[in-house]
């Protein structure tokens, strides 16, 4: 299958190009030629395994792939808590959440970062492309720590995660300062996430760098979900989330269900509304934002405007202000003009701000609502949903619940909703414990205990470990500085 750029300038022939590249060489986004109708598939699946699905919807688009993607698939997913990535829980009448942060680090970049590692090898290989790999992360803390351990010590690969000081929880910085492996290095950079993703495009765009780097052995190549092969793997759970409510009665095949979605940098969503292009019952994609809601602005006004105040919020894996990912909604809304989407980000990049108009507004209406949460509601959502249905969640699926909540008292309807559950409780204790217990618990893992103790919900063994574990990455750096610190880790 052939995969366009955003930008128009660049086109690949297959899966596997658009996954080595990362990004496409004009700054765009790499974009299936076509999305494969799954419409009249949904039955097939109904009784496959978790991978047996990944594998199915995977290969449509990537048969250069073969016959080892689905073995691949397999090992990727069995490193999820009882081989599922993506378990239903019923919590009310009609209210659903599809838990993905069962995997290795306890957040759902787990679902794509598993996998990642074997499509980019598998990926060289089938480019003929001769060089190691140096994979370039820009994390706002799940990510980061998903990829160091998707990548640890695999071979021909090298991989360094860049993540805000101060911008991510005790656990996530932990998880990521202690990472074991060879291959690896951790540095924080000093400003928030979108200093980290705008480090990294830009060490990207640097052609004499990229030359340099050739020299000695490597290629650069990029984790981020702005990588098809980030995305692709979240399309799975949707389908998977849709054909387990059929499977058990919930729903009948062919009932229409709305997804909310916790959204960051676009990617979680924009795999929903690929599902939904390739035939998934999916009537509306719910948009849930924290405070930084420029998203929520988004989708009222059609004008994206990233000149506003930054905020550090409980939920620091959405604190961004440059969704990359929604460059790939904009794109199909303007029916894949890709001169007119590359003005608007030419325009986003210089100003700041881009519009698009009131017929691509209203043709994004029809799938996607949009709303945010505040911090204290965010607090009260944890607190009353324990409560009245004693469900334990973390802050970034609280502030998708509680836009669920709004969204539900708007509409008045009583259609099937499906939350997105992005990370578990443990890795986010303080901010839990604060919303449980009214204070705040200074340290993560007594958090921990007094959230189990009070919940029955065990702490996850990945975890627990980390106490014990030494610290292996410290190091904090300037953003001029980032292409001298990947240079000497290179060399080491
Ligand atoms: C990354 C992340 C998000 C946001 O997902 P996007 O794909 O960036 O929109 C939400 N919640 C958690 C816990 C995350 O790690």
């Keep these: ?108 970049k787990d679902v794509a970062l598993t996998l990642l590692p074997f499509l980019l090898k ?43 000081t101060g911008g991510v929880s005790d656990m996530q910085k932990l998880q990521m300062s202690t990472q074991e492996g060879e291959n690896v290095n951790v540095v924080s950079v000093v400003g928030n996430f979108d200093d980290c993703q705008s480090t990294v495009k830009k060490i990207f765009s640097d052609e004499k760098f990229a030359e340099d780097l050739k020299k000695k052995g490597y290629r650069l190549s990029s984790a981020n979900s702005i990588n098809f092969g980030r995305l692709a793997p979240q399309i799975t759970y949707y389908f998977s989330s849709y054909c387990d409510l059929v499977s058990s009665g919930e729903i009948s095949m062919g009932d229409k269900v709305d997804f909310v979605v916790p959204t960051g940098n676009f990617g979680n969503i924009l795999a929903g509304y690929y599902a939904k292009k390739m035939g998934l019952p999916i009537d509306k994609l719910v948009c849930a934002s924290n405070r930084n809601n420029v998203l929520t602005e988004f ?64 043709k994004m209406a029809e799938t996607f609502y949009a709303d945010f949460a505040d911090e204290e509601e965010c607090k009260e959502t944890i607190a009353e949903v324990f409560d009245e249905n004693g469900y334990l969640m973390d802050p970034h699926t609280a502030v998708a619940v509680s836009v669920y909540k709004k969204y539900k008292s708007y509409t008045g309807s009583n259609k099937p909703v499906v939350v997105l559950s992005t990370a578990s409780p443990y890795k986010f204790g303080q901010a839990v414990s604060e919303a449980l217990f009214g204070k705040k618990i200074k340290d993560a893992f007594i958090a921990a205990e007094k959230i189990s103790e009070q919940s029955a919900v065990p702490i996850p063994e990945n975890i627990l470990s980390l106490k014990n574990k030494p610290i292996r990455f410290n190091k904090s750096i300037d953003k001029a500085d980032a292409e001298d610190e990947v240079l000497n880790f290179i060399n080491k």
């Design 122 to 164: 598998k990926g060289s290989t089938v480019c003929g492309i001769k060089e190691d790999i140096l994979v370039l992360v820009a994390t706002s803390g799940d990510t980061g720590k998903a990829a160091l351990e998707g990548f640890k010590n695999a071979d021909g690969n090298k991989i360094m995660v860049f993540y805000p």
């Design 1 to 108: 299958m052939k995969f366009y750029s955003t930008r128009g300038k660049d086109t690949v022939n297959s899966a596997a190009e658009a996954i080595v590249k990362g990004l496409s060489s004009d700054g765009g986004l790499f974009v299936p030629e076509t999305f494969p109708d799954f419409s009249d598939k949904l039955e097939n699946m109904l009784s496959m395994e978790y991978y047996e699905r990944a594998n199915y919807i995977l290969s449509a688009f990537m048969p250069e792939y073969g016959d080892e993607l689905k073995v691949k698939c397999k090992a990727a997913y069995d490193k999820f808590e009882n081989s599922e990535p993506a378990p239903v829980v019923k919590v009310d009448d009609n209210f659903y959440i599809t838990e993905l942060f069962h995997g290795p680090t306890l957040a759902f």
């Design 299 to 362: 989708f009222a006004s059609g004008k994206y405007d990233k000149n506003r105040e930054f905020y550090k919020t409980t939920s620091p894996s959405m604190d961004i202000l440059i969704s990359s990912n929604l460059e790939r909604l904009v794109f199909e809304v303007s029916d894949r003009n890709c001169d007119l989407t590359a003005k608007r980000m030419e325009e986003l990049k210089n100003t700041g701000v881009y519009e698009v108009s009131k017929t691509e507004l209203n």
